[in-house]
């Protein structure tokens, strides 16, 4: 039973670390790439609206498949 425990531990630890690091990412990268392609404030202020309504679906896209795999 306690190597049970110790495996989802770690395997908690791994799915907050990706989460982090995919975080990390998403924000330094696309404000780069953003800032990069547009040329004024209004379509930069537009553009980042839709990179968060990204983040939100990408990050409940990962909870949908954590939680699957975790009922099965």
Same mark, same amino acid.
């Given at each position: 039973?306690?190597?049970?425990?110790?495996?989802?531990?770690k395997?908690?630890?791994?799915?907050?670390?990706?989460?982090?690091?995919?975080?990390?990412? !998403? +924000?330094?990268?696309?404000?780069? +790439?953003?800032?990069? @392609?547009?040329?004024?404030?209004?379509?930069?202020?537009?553009?980042?609206?839709?990179?968060? !309504?990204?983040?939100? @679906?990408a990050?409940?896209?990962? @909870?949908?498949?954590?939680?699957?795999?975790? !009922?099965?």
């Amino acid at each position: 039973m306690k190597k049970v425990k110790n495996r989802n531990k770690k395997t908690v630890i791994r799915i907050v670390g990706l989460y982090v690091l995919f975080g990390c990412v !998403w +924000i330094l990268l696309s404000d780069w +790439i953003l800032t990069g @392609l547009t040329n004024g404030p209004e379509l930069l202020t537009r553009l980042q609206n839709y990179k968060g !309504w990204a983040f939100v @679906l990408a990050t409940a896209g990962l @909870l949908c498949l954590v939680l699957h795999r975790r !009922w099965e």
